[in-house]
């Protein structure tokens, strides 16, 4: 089956960049899609098609891809953005979404 | 603004069926997909599928074929995900949310309902 690999947790300290990396064999033929989640909320849309930013997202959060890894950057990182980020893509196929483990960021 | 109101929370015995609703607001039902999102206990997001509201076309995760039913009232705006034959694994927070790619679904989930908890329990 498809999977998303991401790192289970990453520490930082305020201020410093924080990069969650997401890898898989079809990131290169599909997008990806990173969602910020605190804890008793539904998640948020921080970044859509590898690289664009929804508006009202602060712009210290960036996406990029290179191959087989995608990565969402915090840079200076805030106390507020402790949360879980997962990524998202599809399947080879493009027909089912897939979701990766996910990552605590904590700060 | 963009809205999705979920239904509350529901206990069920094992076995049993439940229904989860999902009203939407701010925008129009029929032009947008739907996805059904789930979460187990301190655990990651899991995908169930989507809808099309207009078309009523489903796609539904391997995992939950033949136990998952998505349908929608339009004159409501309205999207439901129903789950039958449920176990103990069952047991999570059931989201909907909006695809922000309109009459194409493109996996991008750009608002979500706050999240309905449904327990299995006997």
């Known amino acids: 089956s498809y999977e998303l690999t991401q790192p289970p947790s990453m520490s930082v300290s305020p201020g410093q960049t924080a990069r969650i990396t997401c890898s898989a064999d079809?990131?290169?033929?599909?997008?990806a899609y990173w969602y910020q989640q605190k804890p008793g909320q539904a998640p948020v849309l921080v970044i859509f098609?590898?690289?664009q930013r929804p508006s009202g997202i602060p712009e210290r959060f960036s996406g990029s891809s290179s191959g087989t890894t995608v990565a969402l950057t915090i840079n200076g990182v805030l106390a507020e953005d402790e949360a879980d980020y997962y990524c998202?893509?599809?399947?080879?196929?493009?027909?089912?979404?897939?979701f990766g483990g996910g990552t605590k960021l904590t700060v | 603004q963009v809205q999705l109101l979920q239904s509350g929370a529901e206990v069920k015995k094992p076995g049993a069926s439940v229904k989860v609703s999902c009203k939407t607001s701010?925008?129009?039902?029929?032009?947008?997909?739907v996805h059904w999102v789930r979460q187990a206990p301190g655990q990651g997001l899991e995908w169930i599928g989507w809808?099309?509201?207009?078309?009523?076309?489903?796609n539904y995760a391997q995992d939950f074929q033949g136990r998952v039913l998505m349908t929608r009232e339009t004159s409501t705006g309205t999207a439901y995900m129903t789950l039958s034959r449920l176990t103990f694994d069952d047991t999570a927070i059931y989201f909907c949310?909006?695809?922000?790619?309109?009459?194409?679904?493109?996996?991008?989930?750009?608002?979500w309902g706050h999240g309905t908890l449904v327990t299995v329990s006997s």
């Open positions: 949310a909006r695809d922000k790619g309109g009459l194409e679904v493109e996996g991008s989930l750009d608002s």
């Open positions: 701010g925008y129009t039902f029929s032009t947008y997909y």
């Open positions: 809808m099309n509201p207009n078309t009523r076309a489903v």
């Open positions: 079809t990131l290169p033929k599909q997008y």
């Open positions: 098609k590898d690289s």
């Open positions: 998202q893509s599809a399947d080879t196929s493009g027909a089912f979404v897939i």
